[in-house]
């Protein structure tokens, strides 16, 4: 074999290795240009990235700020709810709803000295059961028959004096103007205000139907209740049933509440507000009585609130307490939103 031969099998592996250097460093710069291309790439996932936690970050944010509305709607529903309640005017409002049936109770008392003599059956008629003839047999009929004798007049001018002074009567006393200054917003202080007028009805109607039954207690036997009906059910049950027919009452009387609440907005004057509402409820109860009106009554907000009486029934009567209930929430929406409109629009200048 010649050197040359020799040679030239000694420079192909030289050549071989030379490539696979090559190659070699070919593959260094395809990784370069691979790295190069991440890192190029890299800043766009940062991008996303910080994109994504500014979104969770406005998320978060606007969950707070929600949060923190819900609470100062709360804590000003609080504040207007414990004002309401602490005036002499409400205090004494809600002991002449708990005296009325004491007088009944005592009135009855006297009447028949606790005989039990009163009739066993409870017939009917346009102003609902005649529940004082039963009280002698169970004091538990004083609850429904204090609610039948407050409901028509008592209660319903109780709400209008306290839902009339809702608005106009902070307006009077110059207190409006600042209550708008805190971050409150108009739209919250009146729903505010109507939940006040609201938590009112609740109050009066169980202050009137706790003093009857304490009363009715003290006065008269308990024991198992006679449905209008003629079935007989368990004290217990008759107690549920009160219970129902006083929160029935009560949410009858949120139209009279809308009402007064509207009535607030269009007036400065507290004393003006109360007694145009309290005139609005005489009126329409006037005109419940008209019986060429007929065709009318049924869209009266009076017109169903005798309906509780049919709780008493066994089994319950339902078709009139809903016909109430939906009459209440149309009176409700139809005068609330009159009261925004009014309210948001209105220029505060005291």
Known sequence: MSRAEIGGEAVEPVETGAADAGKADAGKTDGGKAAGVDGAASPSGVGAAGVSGAVDTVDTVDTVGAVVGVLWTLGLFRSELLVTLRRWRTIALLGVLAAV????????????????GGAGGGGGGEAGPAFVSQIT???????????????????????????????????AAGTLRYLLVAPAGRTRLLLAKFATAVVFCLLATLVVAVSALVVGAVLFPLGDVTTISGTRISFGEGLVRAGAVALVVALSLAG??????????????????????????????????????????????????????????????WSEIQKN?????????????????????KDISA
């Open 101 to 116: 049936p004491v007088l009944i109770g005592i009135s009855v008392r006297i009447e028949t000295g606790g005989d039990g």
């Open 137 to 171: 047999n169970n004091g538990l009929f004083l609850v429904f028959a204090a609610l039948a004798a407050t409901l028509p007049m008592f209660l319903p001018m109780a709400v209008g004096v306290v839902a009339g002074d809702a608005v106009a009567g902070e307006s």
């Open 256 to 317: 009279v509440a809308a009402l007064g609440i509207f009535v607030s907005t269009l007036t400065g004057s507290g004393i003006a507000a109360m007694a145009t509402t309290v005139g609005l409820v005489i009126t329409v109860q006037i005109l419940a009585l008209i019986t060429q009106l007929d065709a009318i009554h049924p869209y009266l907000f009076p017109n169903y609130w005798l309906s509780f009486s049919d709780l008493l029934r066994d089994p319950v009567h």
């Open 325 to 345: 209930l939906g009459l209440q929430a149309l009176y409700a929406a139809v005068f609330g939103s009159a009261a925004w409109a009014r309210f948001t629009t």
